[in-house]
């Protein structure tokens, strides 16, 4: 299992669902401290923690990712992916630890090197998540069932052959949450 330092991107600011699903959610900003690190952008606890809590039995639907780039990411050659990891509970945070369970299932390395190294809005590339999300299924790969104990989280991972020297770019998720009646 690979393992990697984190920098805590999530914001503490995410409401819980008050109004109807589904709805938008926005990482914090990503920028050239992510370099070499594992950026992590959102988690989905059961109960309150760092991240809002998402409730015990519930599912939470991923029905859109879209990643806002306002700065290109510059220095060498820039490869980034977006995936799937866990954190041991929701309370680790910057330079704790994230365990990879499949690192680019939402951006693959071709879509991140190409998104990430221009500005606007890049809807997610190919994956397994968009492949999931064509086919109308709700799989591991476009679904959370959230926990307090080995939560899952989303990870983008920037890197470069040099030092990153710039960029800007934020992930956008849109969810539903299902609760447990």
């Known amino acids: 299992m690979t393992t990697a330092t984190i920098l805590d991107l999530r914001r503490t600011d995410l409401r ?3 109004l109807e699903n589904p709805y938008w959610i926005s990482s914090g900003v990503m920028t050239l401290a992510c370099d070499d690190k594992g950026a992590l952008l959102f988690s989905f606890p059961a109960t309150a923690s760092v991240s809002p809590g998402y409730g015990t039995g519930g599912l ?21 992916v977006i995936g799937n990891y866990s954190l041991a509970t929701d309370a680790v945070t910057t330079d704790g630890i994230c ?10 390395a071709t879509a991140g090197a190409a998104d990430f190294i221009a500005t606007g809005f890049h809807p997610a590339g190919t994956s397994a998540f968009v492949t999931d999300k064509a086919s109308g299924l709700y799989t591991t790969d476009n679904s959370i069932i959230p926990v307090d104990a080995t939560v899952i989280c989303i990870v ?26």
């Open 16 to 18: 819980t669902n008050v």
């Open 60 to 80: 939470v639907l991923l029905h859109d990712l879209v990643l806002e780039v306002n700065t290109v990411f510059a220095g060498g050659t820039i490869a980034a």
């Open 99 to 108: 365990t990879e369970i499949d690192p680019n299932m939402y951006w693959e």
């Open 156 to 181: 983008a991972t920037i890197t470069s052959n040099a030092a990153i020297t710039g960029g800007a770019a934020r992930l956008h998720a849109l969810i539903s949450v299902l609760p447990n009646t």
